[in-house]
């Protein structure tokens, strides 16, 4: 019996301590998770804050996976990657962090769980995660909305600059 492969997307940030190093340690953790395989990661970008204005900008990237892994497991693994690099707990919303690994989408599936929502809702409404996302996935639906391409122009790059 052959275990399928599923199609998943990464957002990264970090906007403390080096944040574009932290987002390259970052992608090398995803690249070591079992029965999963990086497959493409984004450039980098730099965004201003969500919330709190007083705090660094962030860099921001995304990486796709696929994995064999369920939702569920994979988001334990991104908690796991986000402890072992040093992320506070409880983090304030919106706040500074050292790093931060949303499970952005799994395949085609929806998952409606007190602690795991995919797709992560802030993907259709935050260009610091659909422009890194279209870097390596423009044609893909978000489900129940439409392709990453299409929902980047739509809401445009303002505040986000490419880092060469």
Request: glycine content about 6%.
């Amino acid at each position: 019996m052959s275990v399928l492969w599923t199609p998943a997307y990464i957002a990264i940030g970090s906007n403390l301590d080096d944040p574009a190093a932290q987002v390259r340690s970052a992608l090398r953790h995803l690249a070591a998770i079992e029965r999963t395989r990086l497959v493409v990661s984004s450039r980098l970008y730099r965004s201003v804050p969500l919330g709190p204005q007083d705090q660094p900008e962030f860099v921001n990237a995304a990486a796709g996976l696929l994995t064999q892994l369920s939702p569920r497991e994979l988001l334990m693994q991104l908690q796991e990657i986000e402890r072992s690099m040093g992320r506070a707990s409880p983090v304030v919303r919106w706040g500074p962090r050292r790093i931060d690994l949303d499970l952005s989408m799994y395949g085609s599936r929806r998952v409606s769980e007190p602690d795991l929502t995919v797709p992560h809702p802030g993907v259709p409404e935050r260009n610091f995660v659909l422009y890194p996302l279209r870097d390596i996935a423009p044609e893909v639906i978000v489900p129940g909305h439409a392709s990453v391409a299409s929902l980047a122009e739509r809401i445009g790059d303002a505040g986000l600059v490419p880092i060469p």
